[in-house]
């Protein structure tokens, strides 16, 4: 499976790392994900997603039911 976020999108990025001497050599910034349950009261249900750390920011602060919201509107979450 992917390394993305399931509800921002959020993927890897490339850069390079860069030594004393100034010598490039290309590297990958991975998001920061983790496999997290949530419970969602509408329908009564929980479910399993792959979320970043700013998405669990998002959901602390918003709640579940619209962070998801978002993401079926963005086109992100499929499930």
Do not use: Q, Y
């Not at 994900?33 to 959901?59: C, G, H, Q, Y």
């Amino acid at each position: 499976m992917s390394r993305i976020c399931e509800l921002t999108g959020k993927k890897a990025m490339v850069g390079n790392n860069v030594s004393h001497a100034m010598n490039r050599t290309k590297r990958k910034f991975d998001a920061n994900l983790m496999t997290k349950r949530f419970f969602i009261p509408e329908e009564d249900k929980w479910i399993t997603l792959k979320v970043s750390a700013s998405a669990l920011k998002n959901i602390n602060k918003k709640g579940i039911s619209a962070v998801i919201k978002e993401a079926r509107a963005n086109g992100f979450l499929t499930k």
